[in-house]
């Protein structure tokens, strides 16, 4: 089992930055895959971006492209989510999200286990 805690969402205006933590226990945390959901009001959760186990590679959705950084400390068991420039539309709930062993961060279908969700607010 993996638990995992965010930190860091708030409110901020249109362009500034975020940064969001997610620390995990329970398990070994270099052996999993870790990502970033979001889900808006009235909408589906939708993937954000992903880190590989070493930290090596990442995968984010287009729309967060060039704006979002996704890193991680597998000394402090945290994944780090840096948003800039951020838009009106980023405005949602942020879960962290944990694969199973072993598993390829690119597959969505992979992350079992998730954290409570922190606040993303982003006013116009």
């Known amino acids: 089992q993996v638990q995992l805690v965010e930190s860091g969402g708030g409110l901020v205006q249109a362009g500034g930055s975020l940064r969001l933590s997610c620390t995990a226990s329970?398990?070994?945390?270099?052996?999993?895959?870790m990502g970033w959901f979001r889900q808006a009001p009235g909408k589906e959760r939708e993937f954000v971006a992903a880190i590989s186990r070493s930290g090596r590679d990442t995968y984010y959705t287009d729309s967060v492209k060039g704006r979002f950084t996704i890193s991680r400390d597998n000394v402090r068991n945290t994944v780090y989510l840096q948003m800039n420039s951020l838009k009106p539309e980023d405005t949602a709930v942020y879960y962290c999200?944990?694969?199973?062993?072993?598993?390829?961060?690119?597959?969505?279908?992979?992350?079992?286990?998730w954290g409570q969700g922190t606040q993303v607010t982003v006013s116009s």
């Open positions: 999200a944990a694969t199973g062993p072993y598993s390829d961060y690119r597959v969505l279908g992979a992350y079992h286990y």
């Open positions: 329970g398990r070994t945390f270099s052996s999993s895959a």
